[in-house]
T-cell receptor, first 110, second 112 residues
Framework: QKEVEQDPGPLSVPEGAIVSLNCTYSNSAFQYFMWYRQYSRKGPELLMYTYSSGNKEDGRFTAQVDKSSKYISLFIRDSQPSDSATYLCAMSGGYNKLIFGAGTRLAVHP | DTEVTQTPKHLVMGMTNKKSLKCEQHMGHRAMYWYKQKAKKPPELMFVYSYEKLSINESVPSRFSPECPNSSLLNLHLHALQPEDSALYLC???????????FGPGTRLTVL
């Protein structure tokens, strides 16, 4: 079993839809949770960073962490074609090493 | 300024060549990282430098040699690479080991 599980998709949605992306993990020591967006042939761009459990909102993006269920989510409201990318969840126990999910490929069509 | 820069953007090299990848950040971060990313896969950690000292080497072959000349710069020296080493090489930095990592745009390496 992988430490972090993420459905690779692809996920295809119409413009304006609410997108829900999820990861599950097995290591209860993880305390730092991140979501990155990666466009094709580019470096990952940090979207959200959360410490421990709770919600965090930034514009159209909301990140949720449920440590009791070992489950994290990223919601994208009013999705746009420019949101089409691969979304990577990542997490760590606080000692430099990030563990990534496989990445979910998202396509938002007009 | 949350920018990590990497040069070159693209690199093509033969198996007998020696080349270097460079990474720079001016955010005052004290941890810097090298990752390797193959197509449709997540980044794989190669090395971590913390306060200019190598703290993690993920059993990377010796044909990859990292160097941290100062707190802002990170190099990756390449020698006698194999075609399977062709990938996107990403540099990242973070304030310290507990903080989020910021990635550069990557160097796309092709080994012939």
């Amino acid at each position: 079993q992988k430490e972090v599980e993420q459905d690779p998709g692809p996920l295809s949605v119409p413009e304006g839809a609410i997108v829900s992306l999820n990861c599950t993990y097995s290591n209860s020591a993880f305390q730092y949770f991140m979501w990155y967006r990666q466009y094709s042939r580019k470096g990952p761009e940090l979207l959200m960073y959360t410490y421990s459990s709770g919600n965090k909102e930034d514009g159209r993006f909301t990140a949720q962490v449920d440590k009791s269920s070992k489950y994290i989510s990223l919601f994208i409201r009013d999705s746009q074609p420019s949101d089409s990318a691969t979304y990577l969840c990542a997490m760590s126990g606080g000692y430099n090493k990030l563990i990534f999910g496989a990445g979910t490929r998202l396509a938002v069509h007009p | 300024d949350t920018e990590v820069t990497q040069t070159p953007k693209h690199l093509v090299m033969g198996m007998t060549n020696k080349k270097s990848l460079k990474c720079e950040q001016h955010m005052g971060h004290r941890a810097m990282y090298w990752y390797k990313q193959k197509a449709k896969k997540p980044p794989e950690l190669m090395f971590v430098y913390s306060y200019e000292k190598l703290s993690i080497n993920e059993s990377v072959p010796s044909r990859f040699s990292p160097e941290c000349p100062n707190s802002s710069l990170l190099n990756l020296h390449l020698h006698a690479l194999q075609p399977e080493d062709s990938a996107l090489y990403l540099c990242a930095s973070s304030q310290d080991q507990h903080n989020e990592q910021f990635f550069g745009p990557g160097t796309r390496l092709t080994v012939l």
